[in-house]
């Protein structure tokens, strides 16, 4: 078992910047996927950027290509999502994932995702406004 919390969500204007944290605790001594998930009012959930959390490689959703960055703290078992030059069309739920079998890389194609993530957080609300 692996337990998220999710936190840094908030409300910024267009431009603007945030950053998440996702805390991760339970079996985490092996290597898994980890990776950041948002869902807007009436539309699917979607991958935003997926990392393995035996190497550094990240994937990432086309739609934040350039603007967001995940990260890790492997000695304190942190996930980060560091969001710049937010967008309204950013505004969602996010949430952290996490899963031992899924090819990270996946999650975040629209078209094949794969199977969903095993553990998840309970999500923190990103609201960008105009």
């Known amino acids: 078992q692996v337990q998220l919390v999710e936190s840094g969500g908030g409300s910024v204007q267009a431009g603007g910047s945030l950053t998440l944290s996702c805390e991760a605790s339970?079996?985490?001594?092996?290597?898994?996927?980890m990776g950041w998930f948002r869902q807007a009012p009436g539309k699917e959930r979607v991958g935003v950027a997926t990392?393995?959390?035996?190497?550094?490689?990240?994937a990432y959703a086309d739609s934040v290509k350039g603007r967001f960055t995940i990260s890790q703290d492997k000695a304190k078992n942190m996930l980060y999502l560091q969001m710049n030059s937010l967008k309204p069309e950013d505004t969602a739920m996010y949430y952290c994932?996490?899963?031992?079998?899924?090819?990270?890389?996946?999650?975040?194609?629209?078209?094949?995702?794969?199977?969903?993530?095993?553990?998840w957080g309970q999500g923190t609300q990103v609201t960008v406004s105009s």
């Open positions: 990392i393995y959390t035996g190497g550094s490689s990240a």
């Open positions: 339970g079996y985490t001594s092996t290597n898994y996927c």
């Open positions: 994932a996490a899963d031992f079998f899924v090819l990270c890389s996946s999650a975040v194609d629209p078209k094949n995702p794969g199977p969903d993530f095993t553990f």
